[in-house]
């Protein structure tokens, strides 16, 4: 599943992080690799970036980075 | 002894040690840096160890600042170098870029660090243990100073030291800045290992290679290359480090900051509570600045008076007061702005908000290709384009960055408002629509939203062509909400001013005494006045001709002539070369235009943009023919070149520094005065034919 489709408040673990780019670079380096565990917190007012929790913090993405994030179901 | 304090930059900490003679010491010419993520709490720790002993530059050829102290413990001294906070030594950032080659030795003039002190936050253990397993593979000595441990024991996460430090096989030390305490410990540890050669094993490392030959992760990470396995390889190694120091104990209870975070981000209350805060930024700048900036003025007006009253009559003296004194008022008279802009966002930064702000309009910035930080450096224009392009320092892509310094200056800024007021009082003044409607408040209105629609155009188009560049990742953290500490946002607003004042300022003072030699040369005898009056009284004889001596010089100096010389390019906006003459020298500022109108059309420099005699000598002006030279139709072509003509020296001046580039400096003022031209052709012909 992607990480997008999981639904607010839900905690899933991360699969893969699919793609090889700025984009997929950075977030592994804020932690997002296979095996942590995510929640997703909040959409932003006008729908987009999304706010997810790992390690302890909370990371803000775009919808669009965050179709990277494959989640298990 | 002496202690060295803060100094000039280049001579800066060096000299110091000569002052000191610890130069003697070898010891003393090591170089320690201090590496953390952003808000791990580098800058508190950093102050705890050199007090007032630091400097701050920029980075040779970039706007990243460096900071630099000298850090005293006992028998021990080092230079002590902060490093900008980051959360990778990959480099994709300028940030990331200067931190990878300080810790190389790629410095210029600085030697590779001897030790790095890493700053962990000890309440983001994971993330933060991240940057320090890529410095150990610099292969540098490191020290962990464990910062937040207060915090960390309040959400019940009980943190083994020991353990930590033996696993990473180097120094771990909780710090509480604050209070100075584990201060010496850190300092014990550090000079220890900045002396010996003992480099931890870094069991990661042979993971990662081991993980290039696992198909079950080759496949789980698809296509990734071998950067990524490392990155996973690390996380692997923290995540097991975790696991065995430390103990989180479950709480039930939501943290504070996800509570003020349900306002905050909420999805009607948010917005509110934003827009409310960026009126209340937007009028600071506006209208708290006012005061001082009035007092700066006065005082430089003052000083004026002084230098005239000390100074013997001559070229001297007018070179002091209207081309030095009255540049460097130019400048200075932005400081309130400047200060309070800066006061702002050190707090907005500090406390956590500025992410919030980007991550609630990033969808809508995100439109026109500009990052959800873009906001506020735009919003600030409103006031002044100079802090509006210093805030720009936030956003970290440089593409992103330089796409809002391009258009920053679009927004209608506080220096354009005396131009807008005296057109609309000359020609607008008490006419409505539809009976209730000022024309002069749609006017002004519409010049606000010409601004912004080109800026928004302008920035469309820059993000697909010269700043064309796959999106950056917007992926950023939100930060754990704290009270911000005044120390700190003090400090980061008096350094940005200060660097506002030393970067630009001899740009300004240059073009300031240009214009002014162009005003001033040559000189013009002018005996042939007659008064105008003949039973005016001496005082007022005596005011009439000195505005006609100031009148005719500037009509036969350089500027003069320069306005005849470009009258063939500005008539078909409708202006004649005495407007051409203060196009030219609103060039300086933009509310010049109105003293420069009052000097050439004989009303005397003093008079402002509502004065009856200014008005009413606009209207007055005729041609050789004897038609007038502006009309309403005038009056708005020159309002719409000043919505978008590059007029502020100042601008200029900070353009060049932030972007450091005269290309795209040059770039800037040539594109916007085309965009003008282009502007004001069209509503002056468009008008001329529809009958105006
Ligand atoms: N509770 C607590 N707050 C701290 C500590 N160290 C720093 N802070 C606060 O954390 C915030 C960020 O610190 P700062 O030094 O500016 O972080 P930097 O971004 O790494 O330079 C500031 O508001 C500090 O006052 C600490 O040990 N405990």
């Known amino acids: 599943m992607i990480l997008t489709n999981l639904p607010i408040g839900e905690t899933a673990k991360v699969v893969s992080v699919k793609g090889n780019n700025a984009v997929t670079k950075r977030l592994m380096e804020m932690g997002v690799v296979p095996g942590v565990a995510v929640k997703v917190v909040k959409t932003a007012p006008f729908g987009d970036p999304i706010e997810i929790r790992l390690r302890g913090y909370s990371l803000a993405m775009r919808k669009s980075e965050a179709e990277a994030i494959e989640v298990s179901e | ?692």
Not at chain 2, 95 to 108: F, M, N
Not at chain 2, 352 to 366: E, I
Not at chain 2, 444 to 465: E, P
Not at chain 2, 565 to 582: M, Q, R
């Open chain 2, 1 to 692: 002894m002496k202690t060295p304090t803060t100094e000039s930059q280049e001579s800066g900490v060096e000299s110091h040690l000569t002052e000191n003679s610890e130069i003697r010491n070898p010891k003393s010419q090591m170089l320690i840096a201090l590496a953390g993520n952003p808000n791990a709490g580098k800058t508190t720790l950093f102050n705890a160890l050199t007090g007032l002993k630091q400097k701050v530059a920029n980075y040779p050829g970039v706007t990243v600042e460096r900071k630099e102290g000298f850090w005293k413990a006992g028998e021990n001294a080092a230079r002590l170098i902060d490093l900008p906070g980051l959360y990778s030594l990959d480099v994709t950032s300028m940030d990331e870029q200067i931190a990878h080659d300080v810790l190389t030795g790629k410095i210029g003039n600085l030697p590779k660090p001897d030790a790095v002190i890493a700053v962990v936050d000890a309440t983001n253990l994971e993330r933060n243990l991240y940057l320090v397993t890529q410095i150990l593979e610099f292969k540098i000595p490191v020290v962990v100073a464990l910062t937040m441990v207060d915090l960390a024991e309040k959400q019940s996460l009980e943190i083994d030291t020991a353990k930590l430090s033996e696993l990473l096989q180097i120094p771990v030390i909780a710090v509480k800045a604050g209070q100075k305490h584990g201060i010496e410990e850190l300092a014990e540890k550090t000079f220890e290992a900045a002396q010996s050669d003992k480099i931890p094993h870094l069991p990661w490392l042979t993971e990662a290679e081991f993980l290039e030959s696992d198909e079950d992760i080759h496949l789980s990470l698809s296509d990734d290359a071998a950067a990524n396995r490392k990155i996973f390889a690390r996380y692997n190694f923290i995540s097991d480090v975790y696991q065995e120091s430390v103990n989180a104990l479950e709480t039930t209870e939501r943290g504070v900051s996800e509570k003020i975070d349900s306002v905050l981000t909420h999805k009607f209350f948010g917005l509110v509570i934003l827009v409310a805060v960026l009126l209340l930024v937007f009028q600071t700048i506006f209208s708290w600045a006012e005061l001082p900036m009035n007092l700066l003025e006065s005082g430089f007006g003052a000083l004026g008076e002084l230098a005239k009253a000390v100074l013997p009559e001559g070229i001297l003296a007018d070179l002091v007061i209207d081309g030095i004194i009255a540049g460097v008022g130019g400048i200075l008279v932005f400081l309130p702005q400047i200060l309070l802009l800066f006061l702002f966002i050190s707090i907005l930064e500090d406390t956590g908000y500025m992410s919030r702000a980007a991550f609630l309009l990033d969808k809508l910035m995100s439109k026109v290709g500009l990052h959800g930080k873009a906001f506020l450096p735009l919003m600030s224009s409103f006031a002044c384009a100079i802090p509006g392009i210093m805030a720009a320092r936030t956003i970290e892509n440089p593409r992103d960055r330089l796409a809002t310094i391009m258009i920053a200056p679009f927004m209608s800024c506080s220096a354009r408002l005396p131009v807008y007021t005296l057109m609309i009082a000359t020609f607008f003044a008490g006419q409505t629509v539809f009976g209730f409607i000022s024309v002069g408040a749609v006017l002004m209105l519409a010049m606000y939203a010409l601004g912004i629609f080109t800026a928004v155009i302008a920035a469309f188009v820059l993000k697909r062509t010269l700043l064309k560049s796959p999106p950056p990742p917007f992926v950023m953290e939100l930060p754990p909400y704290r009270l911000p500490n005044l120390r700190t946002v003090f400090q980061n607003m008096f350094t940005r001013a200060w660097l506002f004042v030393k970067r630009a300022g001899t740009v300004i003072l240059t073009i300031s005494i240009i214009l002014w030699a162009l005003a001033y040369f040559p000189r013009t005898n002018t005996e042939m006045f007659v008064p105008p009056d003949a039973n005016a009284s001496a005082e007022e004889i005596q005011k009439a001709k000195e505005d006609f001596q100031q009148s005719e010089q500037l009509r036969n100096s350089y500027a003069g002539k320069l306005g005849h010389l470009i009258e063939p390019v500005i008539t078909p906006l409708g202006f004649d070369w005495k407007i051409g003459i203060a196009l030219i020298s609103s060039f300086a500022a933009r509310e010049v235009l109105v003293s420069t109108l009052s000097i050439i059309y004989n009303v005397g420099k003093d008079a402002n943009e509502e004065s009856e005699t200014l008005t009413q000598a606009i209207r007055d002006e005729k041609r050789d023919d004897g038609t007038p030279v502006w009309t309403p139709l005038t009056a708005l072509t020159l309002m719409v070149f000043f919505v978008l003509a590059m007029q502020c020296m100042s601008t200029i001046a900070i353009v060049r520094r932030e972007t450091n580039s005269w290309a795209w400096t040059l770039f800037m003022v040539g594109y916007m005065t085309a965009l003008a031209y282009f502007a004001a052709f069209v509503t002056y012909q468009v008008g001329r034919m529809l009958g105006f």
